[in-house]
């Protein structure tokens, strides 16, 4: 099948859908760091807390690991690859679904459209 320069099929989206899962990974990323998700009453007010205030830095390690898995696909351009970060992630949304893992639900599904795009 040829694919003309206009089209968003096959090798386009090889690259385009890894990206995507990849920005939105890192949105979700940046989003928990930065803007406040918790509360809690401290001296009778009620504070609003990041989860880097909340947790401390090593917050920024567990949310880099989503951002590190969905890098994966981009730099090892292979099926098995995308497919291995398809369920990587997905396990992670899931079995941190309760806390953190349902901001990487976009994430994990675009990266699941990226791998049923074939080589």
Not at 37 to 45: F, I, P, V
Request: glycine letters at 10%; hydrophobic letters at 55%; proline letters at 6%.
């Amino acid at each position: 099948m040829k694919y003309n320069d206009h089209s968003l099929e096959g090798p386009k989206m090889r690259i385009l859908l890894p990206a995507a899962a990849l920005f939105l990974a890192a949105a979700a990323s940046i989003y928990l760091l930065v803007f406040p998700t918790g509360e809690g009453y401290w001296g009778g007010r009620l504070h609003r807390t990041t989860l880097l205030e909340s947790q401390g830095p090593s917050a920024s390690i567990l949310v880099s690991i989503p951002v590190a898995i969905a890098l994966l696909p981009l730099v090892f351009r292979r099926q098995g690859v995308r497919i291995g970060a398809v369920i990587v992630l997905w396990g992670f949304a899931i079995i941190g679904g309760f806390s953190i893992g349902l901001f990487y639900v976009p994430s994990a599904a675009v990266a699941l459209l990226a791998g049923c795009v074939d080589s």
